[in-house]
Nanobody
Framework: QVQLVESGGGLVQAGGSLRLSCAAS????????VGWFRQAPGKEREFVAA????????YYADSVKGRFTISRYNAKNTVYLQMNSLKPEDTAVYYC?????????????????WGQGTQVTVSS
């Protein structure tokens, strides 16, 4: 069993930056792909970014490409999401998820484990 805990959310002004962390416990996730998703009030959860098990491959939603960077530090069992140039429309609860498979990483249903989420609020 894998437990995922997100941290690093908060309130930031538009144009600012935040770094989210997804810490895994229970077992190592070094062989898992990890994705970040977000859900804004009244909207469906959507894909943000994903990284394969080694960190060699990364994937981004068009809406965050060039502003967000996903990375991982397997020795710490942690995945990061660096968010720069934040916009009010980035306001959402951000979730990380782990997948044993490694394909179709933009699809929520492939993920085996989910965290509880961390709130990101961007003020204009």
């Amino acid at each position: 069993q894998v437990q995922l805990v997100e941290s690093g959310g908060g309130l930031v002004q538009a144009g600012g930056s935040l770094r989210l962390s997804c810490a895994a416990s229970g077992r190592t996730v070094s062989s898992y792909a990890v994705g970040w998703f977000r859900q804004a009030p009244g909207k469906e959860r959507e894909f943000v970014a994903a990284i394969n098990w080694s960190g060699a491959s990364t994937y981004y939603a068009d809406s965050v490409k060039g502003r967000f960077t996903i990375s991982r530090y397997n020795a710490k069992n942690t995945v990061y999401l660096q968010m720069n140039s934040l916009k009010p429309e980035d306001t959402a609860v951000y979730y990380c998820a782990a997948d044993r498979g490694g394909s179709r990483l933009a699809t929520m249903t492939v993920y085996d484990y989910w965290g509880q989420g961390t709130q990101v609020t961007v003020s204009s």
